[in-house]
């Protein structure tokens, strides 16, 4: 079975533009979470999609967003990048999500913003 | 808020035991999280543990003491391999957004 797969792997941004990634879950998983992760901060959870429905959301300001399609792939969207946003971000299928608790990472993009 | 405390490194002599410990402090505690990240790779699940008591999966364990908002992770027979940071992760308030500890970087050496 494929693994959660991520596009792009790595981008390069100027601050002020906006960034959309990509997260294909594993087959027959519906839940995809999105995570930031920096050296200063660690891993932050941003928010978890279920069945095309906002579940879970962390605590980042609204410029970041997300959706999931009726396939369960998740695209996740920074408006106006600021510098602080170059980060890994990171997303997770799992079959069912909130209290089903195994995840399952994608490789990650590496956004740097200049 | 949430507080999840682990040390910031270890190191370990291959073919050893080791213990990294997390200490939480939450409301609402919900389950408690091992991921193991080796360098430059995504986060894989190692355990979970919602009761009190030793979960054990091959060279892992997991131990949780509600009652002391405290778990650790046990590596039995260490190999070179489980050099890799180690992050304990928290579920609680009531829902099911984990917050993640800063992750307990562990170097095996010969």
């Known amino acids: 079975k494929a693994g959660v797969t991520q596009t792009p792997r790595y981008l390069i941004k100027t601050r002020g533009q906006q960034v959309t990634l990509s997260c294909s879950p594993i087959?027959?998983?519906?839940?995809v979470s999105w995570y930031q992760q920096t050296p200063g901060q660690g891993l932050q959870f941003l928010f978890e999609y279920f069945s095309e429905t906002q579940r879970n959301k962390g605590n980042f300001p609204g410029r970041f967003s997300g959706r999931q399609f009726s396939n369960s792939r998740s695209e996740m969207n920074v408006s106006t990048l600021e510098l602080g946003d170059s980060a890994l971000y990171l997303c997770?299928?799992?079959?069912?999500?909130?209290?089903?608790?195994?995840?399952?990472f994608g490789p990650g993009t590496r956004l740097t913003v200049t | 808020g949430q507080n999840i405390d682990q040390p910031t490194e270890m190191t370990a002599t291959e073919g050893a035991i080791v213990q990294i410990n997390c200490t939480y402090q939450t409301s609402g505690f919900n389950g408690l999280f091992w991921y193991q990240q080796h360098a430059g790779e995504a986060p894989t699940f190692l355990s979970y543990n919602v009761l009190d008591g030793l979960e054990e999966k091959g060279r892992f364990s997991s131990f949780l003491s509600r009652s002391k908002g405290y778990s650790y992770l046990l590596l039995k027979e260490l190999q070179m391999k489980d050099s890799a940071s180690y992050l304990c992760a928290v579920f609680s308030g009531g829902s099911y957004i984990p917050t993640f500890g800063r992750g307990t970087s562990l170097i095996v050496h010969p």
């Open positions: 087959s027959g998983h519906r839940s």
């Open positions: 997770a299928s799992g079959l069912a999500g909130g209290s089903s608790y195994e995840q399952y």
